[in-house]
């Protein structure tokens, strides 16, 4: 318990700063339209024009402020109900928190990078950095062995490594796909709007992937890490999953033209991932 004390001292900044700057993303809204800009690529897209997103294009802007929702909505409640689960040594709180704090690593990590520069940019950096400390805490404060002596007989290992290797291959053949033609022909990839480079892919690509692969061939050997991993993954899952439902549902409000294969199949491994997250869940025993 005792080396979970600094990361609920952050948690709690990150819980009060995350509410200022998801906040801030919905009420924020001011007034003005839509208007279209020339990219560096010479592509034309739309930028929103108002709110804290005005320098964001619409497509963006409707990602941010989706993911804003789930952050009010599911991320902060749960990061403080496993604060509280936590300090009463639960090792389900403990699992949450270390997934929790996933999730936004992950959020404030990609709207550090990707999000136009705007009065909460500081606000970003700060969740970003406070979450990436209190991550590596969590997952340092974790015994790998006591983990798995908690985990039930009806731990779906099997479900588990399975999904895991299908969001690996799902999300290496959907942005290899996007990224590399383009590469080759010199192009601008779909999607690239009005940023530099690809953020998000680079995320998925060299973070997610790879931890999905390494989980699941730790999960199928039995090893403790495996365990561990895997729940601290599907925990994040269960709120970047909720995250990314919201986001193609404000996309397709905003009349954002989505691809309707890669969104149905972000859709279906994220309500897949909360689902067995739930199932899981239950199978911890505090």
Do not use: C
């Amino acid at each position: 318990m005792k080396s979970f004390n600094t990361v609920l001292k952050l948690s709690v900044l990150i819980a009060l700063l995350a509410a200022v700057a998801a906040g801030s993303g919905l009420l924020w809204q001011g007034s003005g339209d839509s208007y279209p800009f020339t990219t560096l690529r010479g592509e034309t897209v739309m930028i929103r024009g108002h709110g804290l997103y005005r320098y964001d294009t619409v497509a963006s802007s409707s990602q941010e402020i989706g993911q804003d929702i789930v952050t009010l909505l599911v991320g902060i409640p749960l990061l403080v109900y496993a604060m509280l689960r936590t300090r009463k040594d639960a090792m389900r709180g403990k699992l949450l928190l270390t997934g929790g704090l996933a999730y936004f690593l992950y959020t404030y990590a990609s709207m550090s990078f990707l999000t136009a520069f705007n009065a909460f940019f500081l606000v970003y950096v700060a969740l970003f950095s406070l979450s990436l400390f209190a991550f590596i805490l969590a997952l340092m404060a974790l015994d790998p062995a006591e983990v798995a002596a908690h985990i039930g007989e009806r731990f779906p290992r099997r479900a588990i490594t399975t999904y895991f290797l299908v969001v690996a291959a799902f999300l290496a053949l959907a942005w290899l796909g996007l990224v590399v033609p383009p590469m080759l022909t010199g192009t601008a990839p779909a999607g690239l709007e009005s940023a530099i480079t690809m953020v998000i892919q680079a995320l998925d690509l060299g973070v997610i992937v790879p931890t999905a692969i390494l989980t699941a061939l730790l999960l199928r050997k039995g090893n403790a890490w495996g365990y561990t991993l895997s729940l601290v993954v599907l925990l994040k899952i269960l709120t970047m999953g909720a995250a990314l439902i919201s986001m193609i549902i404000v996309q397709l409000l905003s009349g954002v033209a989505v691809d309707p294969v890669v969104t149905a199949g972000f859709g279906v491994i994220s309500l897949s991932g909360i689902i067995l997250a739930a199932m899981t869940l239950r199978t911890i025993n505090d």
